[in-house]
């Protein structure tokens, strides 16, 4: 009849499943189809009629012989070869249309052309045109949910002729259809065939099989009976290759396909909002709890350091007393010559000797009880004091035995009521008169809740002299020039006290290093809740990829249906990840929302916060990695399913 080489050559095909007993589907079928044929395959249910389709669609293997398509043996194609040849050669109209539920008529019928990387404004005409020509014009951004049986397997005709298939197989098209819209169908198919389409229906109504031009007669995997009529309609004429469409671009084909994997991820997110909050929880919680946890840790961290420089840095504290060693005459051995024998070392900013008294202070009739320090102006420096109204203790306020007094601004409060700044009045400490010369800068409280304005600066040789009793301090504190020199400052000063002592009456502390080791402790422990967060957003994503591992499954037909189409393997891989990165995405900004509004939230509750975009885009990254890592699993149990089995799954 024809003497170009067939389109299809089935040498000796049989298939076998290996389920329990073992099942022959296919026995030793030859059979050669040519171009512009169309072809009834009938038989009872079970006798193999499926199992041939799949072969002949490239969807299945035969287990024996030698299946030839397009002059290619099918056995020595590769997965992704398959799926292209499918994509490029057929169009497969279903029993059960097998459109995706979630999208629209038109986003079906583009679908091969999507994975055919043809550029989406040509997908969606051709895709319109098509339905249009098929009277499905204004259904066009319907779900396959609001189309009847006959305008969904319109719709899937529509996606058989988007890459102007030149094969259309179809099995068991009308199967689910009334007569109307059977007839419709055939009809249909009819027209394809004049066109110079080659047709394949396997059908078991005999109405059906009565419209081929050949009908191969199936039972128990064999061919029974071969007819064939005297064509009443020839084909005006043969149709090889593709025409319409224009050349694929694969570099945008992966962008498109990612775009609209991400696509299908939302509109699956949106479809149902308990669910997606479930999904998105663990990865939601996990985000935000890193970034409120590093949010208060760093917070507490730096509010330490804050105090820290406001106590004044680079200080060591020289106190009377050996280490552990409490008596009278210990706490005595401190002196203003040990001072001025300290001042002479070098690297040293200030020495600031300090004799503290709590007493009674009395202004007319008001009396308060506050601790007196006496000091020198070095104070200033080493504790980062100053005055804010009048002036500070001066070193001829100490040479002069000056009676002048300077207040903290509570003791000032307490005291004198009556003005805010009470510089020039008089008060009496133990008897004797002093006047107010300045009032110290506001300090507020420390991390116990001290007062630290609560206390009054006189020079330390008035004190001496007038209300302190015997000379001896309370403890010298050195403020060192840099921060590295500390320890050698500490063993400077050591030396020289065990040199003018004899004996070790005295404690060196460096208070600065016990400050900045809270803020480091305070830091770690930070890290240690930012790591337990992190643990969540593990948690979160292993949440992730068990409800994805259910969607795979659940999605199963979804997932034939896209490799029917022309899918690879590593396409439905993309689809999985997209969604997984598009799920975990979306968790790790709502999550940073969530963390950000948290750590606001504590701020105003006088918590210590500080709130870096570091961790934020940490955390947010972690979510997209959790989204690649646990998305992955789901990705490729979809990828390597078997597209027969796909879609004959419920
Ligand atoms: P038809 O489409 O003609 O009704 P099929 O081609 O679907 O028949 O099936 C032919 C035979 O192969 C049947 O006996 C069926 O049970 C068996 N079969 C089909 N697919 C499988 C499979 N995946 N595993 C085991 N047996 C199968
Ligand atoms: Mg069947």
């Known amino acids: 009849m024809t003497t170009t080489p067939p389109l299809f050559r089935l040498r000796s095909v049989s298939r076998r499943f290996t389920a329990i007993g073992g099942v022959v589907a296919l026995d030793d079928i030859s059979l050669d189809i040519h171009r512009g044929e169309m072809i009834a395959i009938t038989g009872v249910s079970g006798s193999g009629k499926s199992t041939l389709m799949n072969i002949l669609g490239c969807l299945d293997q035969p287990s024996s012989g030698q299946c030839l398509v397009d002059g290619r043996d099918t056995a020595t194609l590769e997965p992704d070869e398959l799926a292209a040849l499918r994509n490029r050669l057929f169009g497969f109209i279903f029993q059960r249309y097998n459109l995706l539920s979630d999208a629209t008529a038109i986003e079906n019928a583009e679908l091969p052309a999507l994975y055919a990387g043809v550029p989406a404004e040509w997908r969606r005409a051709r895709a319109s045109e098509l339905l249009s020509r098929l009277g499905l014009g204004d259904r066009l951004?319907?779900?396959?949910?609001?189309?009847?049986?006959?305008?969904?397997?319109?719709?899937?005709?529509?996606?058989?002729?988007?890459?102007?298939?030149?094969?259309?197989?179809?099995?068991?098209?009308?199967?689910?259809?009334?007569?109307?819209?059977?007839?419709?169908?055939?009809?249909?198919?009819?027209?394809?065939?004049?066109?110079?389409?080659?047709?394949?229906?396997?059908?078991?109504?005999?109405?059906?099989?009565?419209?081929?031009?050949?009908?191969?007669?199936?039972?128990?995997?064999?061919?029974?009976?071969?007819?064939?009529?005297?064509?009443e309609n020839p084909p005006d004429h043969i149709r090889t290759g593709t025409s319409a469409s224009p050349p694929p671009q694969p570099g945008r084909r992966h962008l498109d396909m990612s775009i609209a994997a991400a696509r299908t991820a939302l509109r699956s997110l949106w479809r149902d909002p308990f669910r997606t909050l479930l999904t998105l929880f663990g990865v939601m919680i996990g985000v935000?709890?890193?970034?409120?946890?590093?949010?208060?840790?760093?917070?507490?961290?730096?509010?330490?350091?804050?105090?820290?420089?406001?106590?004044?840095?680079?200080?060591?504290?020289?106190?009377?007393?050996?280490?552990?060693?409490?008596?009278?005459?210990?706490?005595t051995s401190l002196t203003v010559e040990d001072v001025q024998a300290i001042r002479g070392i070098e690297g040293l900013t200030a020495v600031s000797p300090v004799r503290s008294l709590r007493t009674t202070l009395r202004a007319g009739a008001t009396d308060y009880i506050t601790m007196v320090h006496g000091v020198w102006p070095d104070v200033a420096m080493v504790r980062n004091w100053r005055a804010v109204t009048?002036?500070?203790?001066?070193?001829?306020?100490?040479?002069?035995?000056?009676?002048?007094?300077?207040?903290?601004?509570?003791?000032?409060?307490?005291?004198?009521?009556?003005?805010?700044?009470?510089?020039?009045?008089?008060?009496?400490?133990?008897?004797?008169?002093?006047?107010?010369?300045?009032?110290?800068?506001?300090?507020?409280?420390?991390?116990?809740?001290?007062?630290?304005?609560?206390?009054?600066?006189?020079?330390?040789?008035?004190?001496?002299?007038?209300?302190?009793?015997?000379?001896?301090?309370?403890?010298?504190?050195?403020?060192?020039?840099?921060?590295?020199?500390?320890?050698?400052?500490?063993?400077?000063?050591?030396?020289?006290?065990?040199?003018?002592?004899?004996?070790?009456?005295?404690?060196?502390?460096?208070?600065?290093?016990?400050?900045?080791?809270?803020?480091?402790?305070?830091?770690?422990?930070?890290?240690?809740?930012?790591?337990v967060a992190a643990i969540s957003l593990l948690v979160g994503g292993i949440g992730v990829m068990n409800i994805m591992l259910v969607g795979v499954t659940e999605r199963t037909r979804e997932i034939g249906i896209r490799m029917a189409t022309g899918a690879r393997r590593r396409d439905v891989l993309t689809q999985f990840n997209v969604e997984a990165v598009v799920v975990c995405g979306l968790g790790g900004i709502i999550g940073v929302a969530l963390g950000t509004g948290a750590a606001l939230i504590l701020a105003r509750n006088g918590f210590d916060v500080v709130i870096r975009p570091g961790p934020a885009v940490a955390a947010f990254g972690c979510a997209f990695l959790t989204g690649v890592i646990f998305?992955?699993?789901?990705?490729?149990?979809?990828?390597?399913?078997?597209?027969?089995s796909a879609l004959a799954a419920e």
Request: net charge negative.
């Open 141 to 231: 951004y319907h779900r396959p949910a609001e189309l009847s049986g006959g305008q969904q397997q319109r719709v899937s005709i529509a996606r058989a002729l988007i890459n102007d298939a030149e094969v259309i197989l179809a099995d068991e098209p009308t199967g689910a259809l009334d007569a109307a819209s059977s007839e419709d169908v055939l009809r249909q198919l009819e027209e394809l065939n004049r066109e110079g389409r080659t047709i394949i229906i396997v059908t078991h109504d005999p109405q059906v099989a009565a419209r081929a031009r050949r009908l191969i007669h199936m039972a128990d995997g064999r061919i029974a009976r071969h007819e064939t009529r005297c064509p």
């Open 390 to 531: 009048g002036r500070f203790i001066t070193a001829e306020d100490v040479a002069d035995y000056g009676a002048v007094v300077m207040l903290g601004r509570t003791v000032a409060h307490n005291l004198f009521p009556d003005t805010p700044d009470p510089t020039g009045r008089l008060l009496v400490i133990r008897n004797m008169p002093f006047q107010v010369i300045g009032i110290l800068s506001t300090r507020g409280a420390d991390q116990w809740g001290n007062d630290l304005d609560d206390l009054a600066l006189i020079p330390l040789s008035a004190g001496f002299l007038r209300i302190l009793g015997k000379p001896y301090l309370s403890s010298v504190t050195v403020k060192v020039d840099q921060a590295d020199r500390m320890a050698t400052a500490a063993a400077d000063i050591d030396r020289l006290m065990m040199a003018r002592h004899g004996i070790r009456n005295f404690q060196i502390a460096d208070s600065a290093a016990a400050q900045q080791a809270l803020s480091e402790s305070q830091r770690s422990f930070a890290m240690l809740l930012g790591a």
């Open 288 to 331: 935000a709890s890193v970034i409120a946890m590093l949010a208060v840790g760093e917070g507490g961290a730096e509010a330490t350091l804050a105090r820290l420089e406001k106590m004044g840095t680079n200080l060591l504290t020289v106190r009377p007393g050996a280490p552990g060693v409490r008596s009278t005459a210990d706490l």
């Open 631 to 644: 998305g992955w699993l789901p990705a490729r149990k979809a990828a390597g399913m078997d597209p027969v």
